[in-house]
């Protein structure tokens, strides 16, 4: 199985400064039909979580250009360039490009 | 609007069985058949596990390792109904069990609420 690493778990940052989330695959993404299924979701405390960003960049409609994903191979990130107060959540990478599907552990975003 | 919603969760017994249903509403699992549908739980620690997928046209089926053998995925296409039956309940398998669909590859774009799984004696 394809073991998906986060970093860091905990993620205070203050109003309007930037915070970057990493992920790391245990084997590489790129499925055989060149395409790298890896995704980013956020969850609000009692919400179900939302997709923001498919296949490494693409930001979902409704999602702000402050958020923006990155990466290749086994290595990747989601970066926001100034967190607001709705941005408070745990984040999650998840890769649908090998079966079973695999998440990372989450990474809860906080205001300092 | 497009909704997935849930329904079958309680509390059981270990080694008691249940059945989880999801229904499209806004839209037909048909419609994206070429892509999967899946369920995936949350644990109460709040991780993320999938457990089932099915790619809707094809029927082909996928389990995570934990589940194998114990958890059935099946569809029906005419109720446009995805359905999961689980028997021999551990008390790992407690958790809110979401129903997520494809909209294209490798999607897990649209989720349902969930319903809660509690095995427990």
């Known amino acids: 199985d394809v073991v998906m690493t986060q970093s860091p778990l905990s993620l205070p940052v203050t109003l309007g400064e930037p915070a970057s989330i990493s992920c790391k695959s245990s084997?590489?993404?790129?499925?055989?039909?060149?395409?790298?299924?890896l995704n980013w979701f956020r969850q609000r405390p009692g919400q179900s979580p939302r997709r923001l960003i498919y296949k490494v960049s693409n930001r979902d409609s409704g999602v702000p250009d402050r958020f923006s994903g990155s990466g290749s191979g086994t290595d990747f990130t989601l970066k926001i360039s100034r967190v607001e107060a709705e941005d408070v959540g745990v984040y999650y990478c998840?890769?649908?490009?090998?079966?079973?599907?695999?998440f990372g552990q989450g990474t809860r975003l906080e205001i300092k | 609007e497009v909704q997935l919603v849930e329904s079958g969760g309680g509390l059981v017994q270990p080694g008691g069985s249940l059945r989880l249903s999801c229904k499209a509403s806004g839209f037909t699992f048909d419609h994206y058949g070429n892509y999967g549908v899946h369920w995936v739980r949350q644990t109460p620690g709040r991780d993320l596990e999938w457990v089932s997928g099915?790619?809707?046209?094809?029927?082909?089926?996928g389990y995570a390792d934990s589940v194998k053998g114990r958890f059935a995925i099946s569809r029906d296409n005419g109720k446009d109904s995805l359905f999961l039956q689980m028997n021999n309940l551990r008390a790992d398998d407690t958790a809110l069990y979401y129903c997520?669909?494809?909209?294209?590859?490798?999607?897990?774009?649209?989720w349902g609420q969930g319903t809660t799984v509690t095995v427990s004696s």
């Open positions: 998840m890769q649908a490009t090998r079966w079973p599907i695999t």
């Open positions: 099915i790619l809707w046209n094809r029927g082909l089926k």
């Open positions: 084997q590489g993404l790129v499925h055989s039909d060149g395409n790298t299924y």
């Open positions: 997520v669909t494809d909209r294209e590859a490798g999607g897990m774009d649209v």
